[in-house]
């Protein structure tokens, strides 16, 4: 059905123009001018061409559709996409009324939007010249942008780039690619074929696929990762895989991150020359579900050298969901682990060989006026083999642990926000900061039980002040936070193991960020130990620093954590409505 003010018919073909109309599957489409050949079945527009699909938007400058060849062409095409709904909307009616829709048409680029955590869903494409041919769309080069307000902070060109729409989902694929910074920084990367379906929302997932990072104690330091496409494993199920390359390693053409051959896994490790196969090293995991159970297997390999297998291998798997219990909804996991590193204060890591076991969480977060809170409940029940607290020997023993841990922050000064909507005006945040002064408190409880009816069991207690000032606007110096937590805990008994051993019983959190100039922000925070009769008095025993790049709709940071000497490079693209 095709409407306008002005509209005549010759040789069966019909003009018209002046706010065109044209209704075709509870789709409604609006142009300036229009042409369409009755008896060849093909219909060109020009002019402010405007399409709505649900919560899919298109511009275009010029189209044609032929509805015989089902081919056609959208010139300087521009589009909203929301990837949450695209399957949806294009598989269903459109609901877009005909009054609503010519009284408002809705706007691609957005004067204000706001910043949605966790979850990237609206982008914006556009492309100079799009062909459909029957089955496939393609262009030979398109542009993708999660900055909905439109600036040039950030782009991704696709080259030669396909779509190929089928029932229930749309595959895409493309040859080499760039991710554009500031029309200045070119990146290439390769997309891959990707899959949106109704029970995958993640095809645009642009996480970084290179990763660079140092671990000084499985890789010997520096060290290069390309995550490869997922492989399906039936239909709920999604195998990841990580090649790495272990640059310091082979540089110094020696490694340290293994024991002496026929020696114990839990012998002090032993220097020895490299071969081809310690160049490599191997991160996957398996993610999905098996029936309503979510389930997350991870695995690490740090040399392909067959017989330090026993040694490179790491693993943990995990099931779970959530259940009802005690009148309330609790997070129940499943879980079993093959040497899993453990952090734990001033004692450091230390090695947990076997476990397997039982663990039941619930969160709760909720505000008592200005005063936020928020309390955990735990309880866990397992088995494990891992080293003694005064020995690297290993010892077995079950664990049935209680911990209850509340936290409260209590606003002393709060700058109020008018409006969570930013605009260009925020050039480095995703939204707006809220400046105040807070003090925070922590109370936590927690008990566990050994065989032989050994347990270790502690009170603890923590105040202590936070401080947010600045817009982050200003060119140099306009945020800064402060947080400072003490934290002592009234402890007795001991732990058989040295992983969950509460050894610091007076300690304190610091963290320290602080805007330099533009984008550029230095992040700190680390825990200190005040424990007087600790061999490790007056030291951080957990730190890490980073520098940040931030910008509103990205940020790219390196960081370095000191004390287990593991570091890393940190990219993040932010979502906006």
Do not use: C
Not at 452 to 461: A, E, M, P, T, V
Request: aromatic share 16%; hydrophobic share 35%.
């Amino acid at each position: 059905l095709i409407e306008s003010k002005v509209q005549s018919e010759k040789n069966n073909i019909l003009y018209a123009e002046d706010d065109v109309i044209i209704r075709y599957k509870g789709n409604i489409i609006k142009v300036d001018k229009l042409l369409f050949n009755k008896k060849t079945k093909v219909l060109k527009a020009e002019g402010n061409i405007h399409l709505k699909i649900n919560n899919q938007i298109f511009k275009a400058d010029e189209v044609e559709y032929d509805f015989v060849k089902r081919t056609g062409y959208f010139k300087n095409l521009l589009g909203f996409i929301n990837l949450d709904s695209i399957i949806s909307d294009f598989d269903s009616k459109s609901k877009v009324s005909y009054e609503n829709f010519l009284s408002k048409i809705p706007s691609i680029q957005k004067d204000k939007v706001v910043y949605t955590p966790q979850k990237l869903t609206n982008w914006i494409f556009s492309t100079k010249y799009i062909k459909i041919d029957q089955e496939k769309w393609s262009s030979k080069k398109a542009f993708l942008t999660n900055d909905l307000l439109d600036t040039n902070q950030i782009k991704i060109q696709f080259n030669q780039f396909e779509v190929y729409p089928a029932t229930d989902k749309f595959n895409f694929k493309s040859k080499i690619n760039y991710l554009i910074l500031e029309d200045k920084v070119t990146i290439p990367f390769w997309f891959g074929n990707r899959t949106i379906d109704k029970n995958s929302k993640e095809a645009f997932s642009f996480q970084n696929r290179w990763n660079t990072g140092y671990d000084e104690f499985n890789k010997d330091g520096f060290f290069i990762g390309r995550k490869l496409n997922s492989i399906e494993i039936g239909n709920k199920l999604a195998l990841n895989i990580e090649p790495q390359f272990l640059i310091q390693r082979i540089l110094k053409g020696k490694t340290k991150s293994f024991v002496q051959r026929n020696y114990s896994i839990n012998s002090p490790k032993f220097q020895r020359n490299i071969s081809l196969s310690d160049y490599f090293a191997l991160s996957s995991s398996i993610k999905g579900k098996i029936n309503d159970w979510d389930l997350k297997i991870t695995k690490e390999l740090y040399s392909f050298d067959l017989n330090e297998f026993a040694n490179a291998f790491r693993s943990r798997g995990e099931l779970s969901k959530e259940i009802k219990l005690f009148n309330g909804v609790f997070f129940s996991r499943v879980f079993g682990a093959y040497r899993e590193r453990v952090w734990n204060g001033s004692i450091g890591e230390s090695e947990v060989y076997k476990a397997y076991g039982l663990q039941l969480d619930q969160a709760n977060n909720w505000e008592d006026g200005s005063v936020k809170k928020n309390q955990t409940i735990t309880f866990g029940l397992a088995n494990y083999e891992a080293e003694e607290l005064n020995s690297a020997v290993f010892a077995k023993s079950y664990k049935g642990s209680i911990n209850y841990q509340f936290n409260q922050k209590v606003p002393l000064y709060e700058k109020k926000i008018d409006s969570e909507y930013i605009n260009k005006l925020f050039e480095y945040i995703p939204r707006p900061i809220r400046q105040g002064i807070y003090i925070n408190s922590k109370i936590a409880i927690n008990y566990s039980l050994y065989k032989n009816d050994n347990s270790q069991q502690y009170l603890g207690f923590g105040l202590g002040p936070e401080m947010i000032i600045g817009n982050y606007k200003k060119k140099f110096f306009d945020y800064t936070y402060i947080k400072i937590q003490p934290f002592y805990k009234f402890k007795s008994g001991n732990s058989i193991f040295k992983f969950d051993q509460v050894s610091d019983k007076f300690t304190m959190d610091l963290n320290f960020d602080q805007h330099l100039i533009g984008p550029w922000l230095i992040e700190t925070k680390g825990t200190i130990n005040l424990d007087k009769e600790s061999n490790h008095f007056g030291e951080f025993i957990n730190s890490r620093i980073g520098i940040n790049f931030k910008k509103r709709s990205y940020s790219v940071g390196v960081f370095y954590q000191p004390h287990n000497q593991a570091g890393g490079i940190n990219f993040n693209l932010n979502g906006f409505k």
